[in-house]
């Protein structure tokens, strides 16, 4: 997972707000854009900015029964 991010073309801001997301939802495997928002202690809109970079990069994946806006990572990428 770590080799895709680092691969892909975003800006340094953007890739330390991925891994940062990544390390935070080792612990919370089911987040959205307020648990992304508290782990980066970041607005709403870098929020939602990083988890949608993170669906392009086909790192994670909707959750289906927990609420509307809810991910995971995708079973290939799980620490």
Request: glycine share 6%; hydrophobic share 40%; net charge positive.
């Amino acid at each position: 997972m770590m080799n895709i991010v680092n691969e892909a073309c975003i800006n340094a801001s953007t890739k330390a707000n991925i891994f940062a997301v990544i390390n935070e939802i080792r612990i919370n495997q089911v987040f959205g854009s307020t648990e992304v928002q508290q782990a980066l202690s970041r607005s709403e809109t870098t929020a939602t900015l990083v988890i949608s970079k993170m669906k392009s990069l086909n790192l994670i994946e909707p959750v289906t029964g927990k609420g509307k806006g809810k991910y995971m990572l995708k079973k290939i990428h799980r620490p």
